[in-house]
């Protein structure tokens, strides 16, 4: 098969189950009430408006020079 | 339906490559995932160079890709050899590749010497630190049992001497849960301004956590509030809330709906031998009873288009996938997790196909809920004051 024409198989799980149309918070059965990522919706929207208004976000956010210039730390793995 | 992918979905994707320089360390945390840190062995600088050669060629490589020097101790390994890598390195990658390199390090052997050559060769350096001795010596031991927090602090001590800017990744053990204040008081007296939590994972050849008991799930919700009010008081940012916040704001992107360590070739591990490997690095270098081997190839001797097309990749890929699909699905904390570590679901599920584990419920579910707790108090306050004007 001529290497630069041929497809490489994804499997059909990721790209046709749930992630197409990725179900809203508020449908999964798995939260209970009350909980913040409840609202994610809402959340999202003030977020990007602070952000595109230039203002600082609201906790303590790592946002600085260092974690700006490499966001990709070591997040993985014990140590 | 089967949906594919033409290969030019994969450009340009790699955004971190991890070099295995060595797998040695010169310690032995008791929490360590690495199979091979006893062994003294040394990448060749042909196999930094086919490494690099190869991202490149394949079409994964970036301008702005970072190599990370990592999966062993690299400042075990000589200045004078990171120079010839660092050589070899940039002779292998395309003129438009502007040369990141970073080190993640135990701290111990960092002197002036050491941060003269961070200095010249603008290296990122991100320490381990546990906080102070009584909870980082419980576990980052050297083999005769004792404790490397002293000579990790004297390493420090060097990086602020020198102006060395770094970051410190602290692992929480069940130990740490009961004494958020003394570690944030460690990291202020340290004056580390940046801080990133590791929960402590069952991966890899480490098969147990301490954080794996009943009620951890609370105790680790309360230390990490208070993590982050202490943080908030000394000015020290937090990796786990800027990871929240972003994620919060943006949708997933249906194209590319995980995350770095569940999308193929987001990050790619090479080991000191040259095997290829990709998703979580902790893949790297362990024989899985049922998988066996994750290498997907090897740097000298198989392409992209290969590699894909293999059975290794198509059988992890079916798998990440279908427990990438299952977390889309059903779990609420997916827009901002986007379908955790395959790492922590091998180790803790036995497949990489499953959704919940321990690492998620508390290094995804219950810092997503503290720190998104704190953006609706805010935006409460915001609307009482909107009115109150
Ligand atoms: S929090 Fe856990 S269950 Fe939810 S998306 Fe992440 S890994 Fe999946």
Redesign the pocket.
């Known amino acids: 098969m001529d290497k630069h024409k041929k497809h490489l198989l994804w499997s059909a799980a990721a790209f046709t189950l749930g992630l197409v149309s990725m179900p809203s918070a508020s449908q999964s059965l798995s939260v209970e009430e009350g909980l913040a990522i409840d609202r994610l919706p809402e959340i999202r929207a003030v977020l990007r408006d602070t952000l595109e208004q230039g203002r600082d976000l609201i906790v303590p956010s790592g946002s600085t020079k260092l974690a700006q210039d490499w966001p990709n730390w070591t997040n993985w793995g014990n140590g | 339906m089967i949906p594919v992918l033409s290969p030019e979905r994969l450009r340009g994707r790699t955004k971190l490559l991890v070099l295995q320089g060595t797998p040695f360390c010169n310690i032995d945390c008791t929490y360590c995932y690495l199979p091979d840190r006893a062994v003294k062995a040394r990448m060749p600088v042909e196999t930094i160079r086919a490494a690099v050669r190869w991202i490149f060629e394949n079409g994964l490589g970036r301008d702005d890709l970072t190599i990370i020097w990592h999966a062993g101790e690299p400042l075990t390994l000589p200045r004078a050899w990171y120079e010839e890598a660092f050589t070899a390195a940039r002779q292998a990658a395309p003129f438009s590749w502007r040369p990141r390199h970073a080190f993640q390090t135990n701290g111990m052997l960092i002197d002036d010497a050491w941060c003269a050559f961070f200095a010249a060769h603008g290296l990122r350096v991100g320490v381990s630190l546990d906080g102070p001795a009584a909870l980082h010596d419980l576990h980052r031991k050297r083999r005769n049992g004792k404790g490397s927090h002293e000579a990790a602090m004297h390493g420090v001590a060097a990086l602020k001497r020198n102006r060395i800017p770094f970051h410190a990744i602290c692992v929480v053990t069940e130990a740490t849960l009961a004494r958020p204040d003394e570690v944030i008081g460690f990291f202020a007296e340290a004056g580390v301004t940046d801080v990133g939590f590791n929960i402590e994972e069952i991966e890899g050849i480490n098969t147990g956590s301490t954080l794996a008991k009943h009620g951890n799930r609370a105790r680790f919700r309360a230390f990490f509030e208070r993590v982050l009010d202490r943080a908030a008081s000394h000015g020290i940012g937090i990796r786990e809330v800027r990871g929240v916040l972003g994620a919060a704001a943006n949708l997933p992107d249906k194209e590319w709906p995980g995350n770095d360590q569940n999308m193929p070739f987001a990050i790619v591990t090479v080991t000191h031998q040259g095997a290829i490997y990709t998703f979580s690095p902790e893949l790297a270098g362990i024989a899985h009873p049922r998988l066996g081997s994750m290498a997907l190839g090897h740097v000298d001797a198989d392409s992209l288009a290969e590699i894909v097309d293999g059975q290794v990749f198509q059988t992890l890929w079916a798998e990440i996938a279908s427990g990438l699909a299952a977390?889309a699905r059903d779990?609420a904390?997916?827009p901002i997790?986007r379908?955790?570590a395959p790492s922590n679901k091998l180790g803790e599920l036995g497949t990489c196909a499953g959704?919940?584990?321990m690492a998620?419920r508390l290094g995804?579910?219950e810092i997503a809920e503290a720190v998104l707790g704190r953006v609706l108090n805010e935006m409460g306050r915001d609307v009482v004051l909107a009115k109150a004007s």
């Open positions: 977390c779990c904390y997916f997790c379908g955790g959704t919940e584990t998620c995804q579910q």
